[in-house]
């Protein structure tokens, strides 16, 4: 069933506390590969690091989300690191960063 399911063979969507428990475990973990300076957490050559020094927080996580989740989390830390800088890069040089109506933050 994919990205909505808590329990993809059951099709049981999560709950408001599955979710939450879900993007604490994310949190912890992508705190701990910032720790150790890891963007890209799919990056083949970090993987090793990555076992070594948050194979529990990413175990955690694992278990916490739906197998979807985790690939999209991960997948997506890279692009919004790279987007977070951007911004602080244009904030920092004086420039006014503007939303545009129907484009989210």
Do not use: H, T
């Not at 090793?48 to 991960?74: M, R, T």
């Amino acid at each position: 069933m994919g990205l909505f399911f808590a329990d993809e063979k059951s099709g049981e969507a999560p709950n408001r506390k599955s979710r939450e428990q879900c993007w604490e475990s994310r949190d912890i973990f992508f705190k701990c590969l910032d720790n150790i300076k890891v963007i890209d957490p799919l990056d083949p050559e970090k993987g090793q690091e990555i076992k070594k020094n948050c194979g529990k927080e990413d175990q955690q996580f694992q278990k916490d989300c739906v197998a979807s989740w985790v690939k999209y989390f991960k997948q997506k830390r890279p692009f919004d690191k790279k987007k977070a800088k951007i911004l602080k890069q244009a904030k920092d040089e004086g420039a006014e960063v503007i939303q545009m109506s129907g484009y989210r933050k």
